[in-house]
Each structure stands twice: as structure tokens, then as C-alpha cells.
């Protein structure tokens, strides 16, 4: 009998061992997060990127590392470092898409390659937060029209469609996050334009993406506050969930309770374990080494009046 038991238990442990083999295929995963044009000083003719600190921080906390993505570069950059990395992060902030050489430009090309190697087979997810949610939208849709005036500067639950249930995004949420999400007011929202399920509608992209929560700006404008792909893994949210826990400008309205800082942590969370799904790396420990964020040093911004806290910078040829 005993025999027989560690038989069995062995044939469980080989048995989950080929599962946690088979569905994680790097536990050491890297994402990229693509870097915003500074419009003051592109203005005054410096061309120079950021990152918040607080995206990264958030990337960190859910257990991965970042390498930031430059702007201005050819296809070949954004081709060779995709095959490195293991999943992007398209940050918000404040850009017009259309701008050469910038966020808008870069971020094309990184969602038409993140498409073209899901198509063949090799998983790589995408996430927009804010900004970013309505660059996937504008790049799904190919046009600005996609986008709706708004105004969304408080802190909102969210409010659940049943296709949450199903979702990707939230499907490894505990009901209690799911229950603090949906009646406290931890969501940071801080966008003068937004997504409805009527534009979604009108661009044919409610076949192509699912809609798992909205809200109500402050005229009463239905928008889109989380939705993904139903063909790839690509995912995105209204709101700010990397400034619950690390963004402390005292004029705003961010939530800092307990409720608030836990349940943001599961959005980042999503694509970390998205990114674990595929076995890209870098050549060598040294190329790997040399491409991570830990390069950079973040600047201190909050104290001379900073929108953020800190901010990474960076220099890119335009």
C-alpha cells in the first residue's frame, strides 16, 4: 500500500512538474516599457524620452525586470529587441500618436510585430494603461476617431460586465479584489479622452475586443475602463494602477488605503505572467545587462512640482 501511495504521489509531482514545464517557458521574464517624448522640450529642440519610475516600480513588484524601448528608431531596433524581451508595457502620459519619431510611431511598430509573432505561434503580450489603453484602441481601429472627449479625474470602482467572468485579464483575481474593485473608489483615473462601447461598435472592434468594465466620467459619458483582445494577448485599462502604490503628488486624488494599493497590484501582475509563456532572451548575460533599466538613474521630480515622483530620462536621435 505504502508503495503504491508513493507511487501515485510520484505520478502527481511528475505530472504537475510537465504542467508548470510546459505552460512557463522562462521564469526570468523581461518587459519592455516604451519611453514618452517630452513635448516642452521637444519644443525647445531636446530630444529626450521618460518612463515614470512608478511603471517600473509596478513592473518589478509583479516579478519582472524592465529594459526601457527608445523612440526614433528603425524597425530593425524594435524587430531585434522584441525577440529579447518578453512582453511591453505602453505607459500613460501625454503624446499625440501622430508625431514622427515618437510614442505613436514606436508604438505601431511594436504592435504590428507583437501581432505578426502571435500569428506565428510565438505568444507576446501587449498592455496599455491609460495612454496606453487608447494607443492599442487607436492602432486597432487605425484611426484618432476611436477616441472620445471625456473627463475622468477621480478615483472610481469599477463597474463589471458578466464577460469579466471569462476574461484573461482578471481571470486569476480573488473574489475579494474583484469585490473591493467593484465598490471602492481605487481605480485612479486621470484622462481628458476616452473609449465607449458605441465607438468600439463603430469601428467593428467590439468582434475583435472584449469589454470587461466601465465607468462614468464626470458629464456621465460611458467609457471603457478595461478591455482585451479576443485574438491575442493584449490587454489594457483606463485607469492607473502603478500610481495607488508609488505616485504621492498631494494635489491629486490617488487612493493609498490598503484595499487600493492590493488590488492594483493583480493588473501588472497579468502581464508578468503573460510574459513567462514565451523563452525570449538575450544572447548573452552582458547584452542583457547592458539593456536593463538599471542603467539609468531616476530623477527626483516631485519636489520641484512634478507630475511624477521620478522619472527616468533619456536622450534619443530624432
Avoid at 9 to 22: E, G, W
Avoid at 238 to 261: C, D, I, L, M
Wanted: a negative charge; aromatic letters at 14%; proline letters at 5%.
Amino acid at each position: 500500500m505504502l508503495c503504491k501511495y508513493y507511487s501515485q504521489m510520484l505520478s502527481i509531482s511528475l505530472t504537475l512538474a510537465l504542467v508548470v514545464a510546459t505552460t512557463f517557458a522562462t521564469d526570468r521574464p523581461i518587459i519592455g516599457i516604451l519611453s514618452l517624448e517630452r513635448a516642452n522640450e521637444v519644443r525647445k529642440g531636446l530630444h529626450v524620452s521618460y518612463i515614470a519610475a512608478s511603471y517600473v516600480k509596478t513592473v518589478e513588484a509583479s516579478g519582472a525586470r524592465v529594459v526601457p524601448i527608445a523612440l526614433g528608431k528603425e524597425q530593425d531596433y524594435y524587430e531585434d529587441l522584441m525577440s529579447k524581451i518578453n512582453g511591453v508595457v505602453f505607459p500613460g502620459g501625454g503624446v499625440y500618436f501622430t508625431d514622427p519619431k515618437g510614442y505613436g510611431e514606436a508604438g505601431l511598430r511594436i504592435y504590428n510585430i507583437a501581432k505578426k509573432m502571435n500569428d506565428e505561434g510565438d505568444h507576446f503580450p501587449l498592455m496599455g494603461i491609460c495612454l496606453g489603453y487608447e494607443f492599442l484602441m487607436f492602432a486597432a481601429s487605425g484611426t484618432y476617431d476611436i477616441l472620445t472627449p471625456c473627463s475622468a479625474l477621480d478615483p472610481l470602482p469599477l463597474n463589471f460586465l458578466q464577460a469579466y467572468n471569462q476574461s484573461k485579464l482578471f481571470s486569476n483575481f480573488p473574489e475579494d479584489i474583484i469585490d473591493i474593485l467593484a465598490t471602492l473608489p481605487v481605480t485612479v483615473n486621470h484622462h481628458r479622452k476616452c473609449v465607449t462601447i458605441e465607438k468600439l461598435k463603430t469601428f467593428d472592434l467590439d468582434k475583435e475586443w472584449t469589454v470587461m468594465t466601465t465607468n462614468n466620467d464626470s458629464t456621465g459619458i460611458e467609457f471603457v475602463s478595461s478591455s482585451e483582445s479576443l485574438f491575442y494577448p493584449f490587454a489594457g485599462v483606463q485607469f492607473h494602477p502603478e500610481k495607488n502604490p508609488y505616485e504621492w503628488k498631494a494635489s491629486q486624488n490617488y487612493p493609498h488605503s490598503k484595499e487600493a494599493v492590493l488590488s492594483s497590484r493583480y493588473f501588472l501582475d497579468w502581464i508578468v505572467d503573460q510574459a513567462r509563456l514565451n523563452n525570449h532572451s538575450f544572447p548573452s548575460l552582458e547584452e542583457e545587462n547592458q539593456a536593463l533599466i538599471y542603467n539609468y538613474s531616476p530623477v527626483f521630480i516631485g519636489q520641484i512640482g512634478g507630475y511624477y515622483e521620478q522619472i527616468y530620462r533619456f536622450v534619443y536621435v530624432k
